[in-house]
C-alpha cells in the first residue's frame, strides 16, 4: 500500500505499529477512556474503511476510536493530509455525524522518560475549533509541509474544547 503522506510510514507498517501500541498500552487507553472493555480493530474492515482502530465501551455505550502511536512525544497532535485531499483527515473531523460510522474520539500516545503521553481528543469537539480556522482563514497555519499533515500544538490547543492530555507513568505501559 503507499505512504500516508510526508515522513509517515506506508499503511502496513502503520497496522503494525498501532496493534503493538494497543497491546502495550492498552491499560493506558483503558484509563484516559474511562472504558470498562476496549477491542482492537486493526486491520479489519472498519478500520481500513473509517480509521476506527478500536472500540471502547464507555457508559454501557460502544464508541469508536482511533490510535496513532509515535515514537517520542513531539508536544503536539497531528491530523494527515492536506485538506484539498479526499482522504484528509481534517475532511473526516468535520463531516456531520451521520449513520455513517466516525470515530468519537482519537488517541494519540507517545512514550516519555517516565511513562506514556496520551492525547485524547473528542472528535466532534474539537471539529468546531477546525471549522473556526477554516471560517478565519486560519487553519493552513497549522498545516506542515514537509510532514504533509495538519499539527497543532499544545501550547495553542491546550484550552481548546475536547483537548485532553494525560501524562501518565511507567504502571501504564
Not at 496493534?19 to 486491520?43: D, P, Q, W
Not at 455525524?97 to 466532534?124: C, E, F, M, S
Amino acid at each position: 500500500m503507499e505512504n500516508r503522506g510526508g515522513l509517515n510510514i506506508d499503511y502496513i507498517e502503520g497496522f503494525k505499529l498501532e496493534e503493538k501500541g494497543f497491546k502495550r498500552y492498552y491499560k493506558a487507553i483503558k484509563h484516559v477512556l474511562n472504558a470498562t472493555e476496549i477491542e482492537s480493530t486493526a486491520r479489519t474492515m472498519i478500520d481500513k474503511s473509517t480509521g476506527i482502530d478500536l472500540t471502547a465501551k464507555i457508559q454501557g455505550r460502544c464508541v469508536g476510536v482511533s490510535l496513532r502511536v509515535r515514537n517520542k512525544d513531539y508536544n503536539s497532535f497531528t491530523l494527515n493530509r492536506h485538506e484539498s485531499d479526499k482522504h484528509s483527515e481534517i475532511n473526516k473531523w468535520t463531516n456531520k455525524r451521520t449513520n455513517n460510522i466516525k470515530p468519537a474520539y482519537h488517541l494519540q500516545i507517545a512514550p516519555t522518560k517516565n511513562g506514556v503521553k496520551v492525547w485524547r481528543i473528542n472528535i466532534d469537539a474539537f471539529s468546531l475549533f477546525i471549522k473556526r480556522q477554516i471560517n478565519a482563514s486560519s487553519l493552513n497555519s497549522f498545516y506542515n509541509s514537509r510532514l504533509k499533515c495538519y499539527e497543532f500544538p499544545n501550547r495553542i490547543v491546550s484550552e481548546v474544547a475536547g483537548v485532553t492530555v494525560f501524562e501518565l507513568n511507567n504502571s501504564f505501559t
